[in-house]
């Protein structure tokens, strides 16, 4: 795009652990220099991938994480 853009809708796969389930959210597209920076985030669940949610001295994870991911474009 010639100028940046908030909140895109995005679907996908992704694959942890040998186990692959559809994945959807959103992605920011901002102009940086000659490029572009991109960022990604969606939720997804640990237990839909076949891992064991950790726990550790009584304090456990959630089972729903969000992931972000960002990457340029040059």
């Known amino acids: 795009p010639?100028?940046?853009?908030?909140?895109l809708p995005f679907k996908g796969t992704l694959t942890v652990h040998g186990v692959t389930k559809t994945v959807q959210g959103t992605v920011d597209v901002k102009k940086s220099?000659?490029?572009y920076k991109i960022t990604a985030s969606f939720a997804t669940k640990i237990s839909?991938?076949?891992?064991d949610v950790p726990s550790y001295a009584g304090v456990t994870v959630a089972d729903e994480v969000k992931v972000s991911v960002e990457t340029e474009m040059l």
């Open 2 to 7: 010639e100028t940046n853009a908030s909140g």
């Open 48 to 51: 839909d991938y076949a891992i």
């Open 33 to 35: 220099g000659k490029g």
